[in-house]
């Protein structure tokens, strides 16, 4: 199995899916790799990209917090507790920090503000903008969102890591989004859990990906990947780096996978 994160990955930072990395993708399929993609990206955000991408298995989807069908139904959904949301929803109103929760595979905001909308063109999701995310959100979301400048997120990371540790995990998934999921919740143990379903060892997956996010699935894979230029942490977690979207990074994944 290949665990396949998408943007930044095999999707370009303007949205862009390169043929030479989509005949690559083809390759591996062919040679009887199963591709899932394992994305932060809601699953009306993901559904696309995988249609375009030929893939029918499983989807890992909300940073590993749900595990869907590309029927939409749900095999696995470990959202984030209403009050432990509120802290964080609590802090970034606090700092003047835009932040978003999902019920329903809604978007949901506060207020309409640019950074709300950066976000809504990137996922390809309508914004709904609510008038108070407490009572909104409902018993649990499968993560939250804060959309900021990459400085300010690389500042304020340690800070809620140091805050939140042991009871949620902070990650990038793209330089300005700093993502929360449940401490149960990473793409390492939706994989681990749709390879338990398939059948398959840990010993034979790989996973790659770009952002923190896919730091711990990378570690879990029997081979990780890194791209190129990813943060230190993702690339201490790889077995190897390649190029990113573009670049022929899948070739080489598929000439690695292929031949093993």
């Known amino acids: 199995m290949l665990a396949l994160d998408l943007d930044g990955t095999i999707i ?9 990395d989509g005949a690559a993708l083809e390759r591996i399929k062919a040679a009887g790799v ?26 890992v989807c909300y940073q590993g917090a749900q595990v869907r069908m590309p029927d939409g139904e749900t095999i696995l959904d470990q959202g ?33 503000r640019p950074e709300a909308h950066e976000y809504s063109e990137h996922a390809g999701m309508e914004i709904h903008v609510v008038g108070d995310l407490d009572e909104a959100m409902g018993a ?10 990459s400085v300010a997120l690389e500042q304020l990371l340690p ?21 929360f999921t ?23 997956t790989a996973a790659v990906g770009d952002g923190r996010n896919d730091a711990s699935m990378i570690a879990w894979a029997g081979l990780g990947v890194a791209i190129e230029g990813s943060p230190p942490e993702v690339q201490a977690s790889a077995d190897r780096t390649i190029p ?16 093993s």
């Open 244 to 259: 990113g979207p573009g670049h022929d990074g899948i070739k080489q994944l598929a000439d690695l996978l292929v031949e």
């Open 140 to 149: 649990t979301t499968p993560k939250l969102v804060i959309v900021a400048s």
């Open 34 to 59: 199963e591709v899932i993609a394992c994305t932060g990206r809601p699953f009306p955000g993901a559904l696309p990209w995988v249609q375009q991408l030929g893939l029918d298995g499983p989807i």
């Open 80 to 112: 984030i507790a209403h009050d432990l949301a509120m802290e964080v929803i609590r802090f970034a109103r606090e700092r003047n920090l835009h932040v978003q929760a999902y019920r329903d595979d809604l978007l949901l905001i506060e207020r309409d």
């Open 182 to 204: 449940s401490v149960e919740s990473d793409k390492a143990s939706a994989l681990q859990f749709v390879c338990e379903r398939l059948g398959i060892p840990q010993a034979e």
């Open 12 to 20: 370009d930072p303007r949205l862009n899916l390169d043929p030479r």
């Open 159 to 179: 800070e809620v890591r140091r805050r939140w540790a042991g009871r949620l995990i902070a990650a990038t998934s793209m330089p300005t989004y700093l993502e």
